[in-house]
C-alpha cells in the first residue's frame, strides 16, 4: 500500500487474466485461424485454403440437418423448461389449501423440491447413462412398462421417429428441477399483499399465474430463457453418448458433427474448427438478441 492502490489492485488482477489469456482467449484466437487452414490435427503440415471450408459448410447438408436439429431445441427445450418450471413451482409454493392469502404451498415441499433438484446433483454422463438404458428397448424400464400395460414397445432411440425426441425430453428433464428451485425462491419474494388483493376480487390461481407471478418473475424467466437457449445450441453431451447423432443422423446437432468430424475417420480439423467458428457466432447472437430483448423490455416498462 506504499506504492498507491493501483499497483496492489493490477498485482492481484493481472494473474487471472494473464491465464485467462491463455487458457480461454488463446484457443478461441487459435481456431479461428485454423478453420482457414486444411490441418488434419495429426500432422504438422496445415497449409491455409482461406474460406474454403467455410464455403463448404455452406453446401454441408450433414451441417443443416444438425443445425436444424440445434433450432428445434432451441424453440423447444426453453419453453417446455420455463413452463414446467413455472407449474411446478406454482403447485409447491401456492398450490395447497387457501389460507394465509391463499399462497400456501403442498405439503412436503421441501421433499419435492429436493426430488426435482436432484438431476442437477448428477453428472450429464451419468444422465446420459441412466436415461440410455431407461429407453433400452429389451430391458429398460419404459419398455417394460409398456410391455406391462399391453402396449407396444419402440426401439426408442434405434427408430429414427423418435431418437431425437428422446433426446429432447431428458435435456428437458435435467433442467427443469433447477428452475423450479429458482422460480419457487423469487416467487416467496413476492409481498404476499399482492396476492391477498387479488383473492379478494376472487381471482383463481390460474389467473394469479397469468396476470400477478409471471410479470413479477420476468426479469428471471428472461435470465433463464438465455442459460436454456445457450444449453440447447449444445446438447452434445447427451446426445454424444445416447444416439451419437444417429440413427441416420435424425438427432445430430452441431455440436456433434464437429466433433465427429474432427475425431471421425477423416480427422479434418481445419474443417471442424470452421463448424465451431459458426457455432460461436450463432450462441453469440442468441445470447446478444436475448439481451437486447429483454433490455428493451426493461426500458418500456421503466
Not at 78 to 95: E, K, N, Q, R, S
Amino acid at each position: 500500500m506504499r506504492h498507491g492502490r493501483y499497483p496492489l489492485i493490477v498485482s492481484f488482477l493481472l494473474p487471472p487474466l494473464v491465464l485467462y489469456g491463455i487458457f480461454v482467449l488463446s484457443p478461441y484466437l487459435q481456431a479461428f485461424q485454423i478453420s482457414t487452414t486444411d490441418w488434419l490435427g495429426y500432422s504438422a503440415q496445415a497449409d491455409p485454403v482461406g474460406l474454403a471450408n467455410f464455403r463448404t459448410l455452406l453446401h454441408d447438408g450433414y451441417v443443416w440437418n444438425a443445425l436444424k436439429n440445434n433450432a428445434i431445441l432451441l424453440a423447444l427445450v426453453p419453453v417446455l423448461t420455463i413452463a414446467l418450471g413455472l407449474f411446478f413451482a406454482t403447485m409447491l409454493t401456492m398450490g395447497g389449501r387457501k389460507g394465509r392469502a391463499g399462497v400456501s404451498g403442498v405439503r412436503g415441499t421441501s421433499v419435492y423440491r429436493l426430488v426435482y433438484f436432484f438431476p442437477q446433483v448428477l453428472s450429464v454422463v451419468i444422465i446420459a447413462l441412466l436415461w440410455k438404458e431407461i429407453y433400452h428397448p429389451n430391458s429398460g424400464l419404459l419398455n417394460g412398462a409398456l410391455r406391462a400395460l399391453g402396449l407396444p414397445a419402440p426401439t426408442w432411440l434405434g427408430d429414427p421417429r423418435f431418437a431425437f425426441w428422446c433426446v429432447l425430453a431428458v435435456m428437458v428433464w435435467s433442467n427443469v428441477g433447477f428452475y423450479v428451485v429458482l422460480f419457487g425462491a423469487a416467487m416467496q419474494a413476492i409481498p404476499r399483499d399482492i396476492y391477498e388483493a387479488v383473492l379478494l376480487d376472487g381471482a383463481s390461481r390460474a389467473v394469479m399465474l397469468r396476470k400477478i407471478t409471471i410479470p413479477l418473475l420476468w426479469d428471471t424467466v428472461q435470465v433463464a430463457w438465455i442459460y436454456l437457449a445457450i444449453a440447447a445450441l449444445d446438447g452434445f453431451i447427451l446426445v454424444q453418448l445416447m444416439t451419437n447423432g444417429g440413427p441416420n443422423f435424425s438427432s445430430d446437432v452441431i455440436g456433434n458433427r464437429m466433433y465427429d468430424t474432427a475425431f471421425g475417420s477423416e480427422t479434418k480439423f481445419g474443417y471442424a474448427s470452421a463448424i465451431g467458428v459458426v457455432m460461436f457466432f450463432l450462441t453469440l447472437s442468441v445470447a446478444v438478441l436475448a439481451l437486447r430483448a429483454a433490455r428493451r423490455d426493461r426500458i418500456e416498462h421503466s
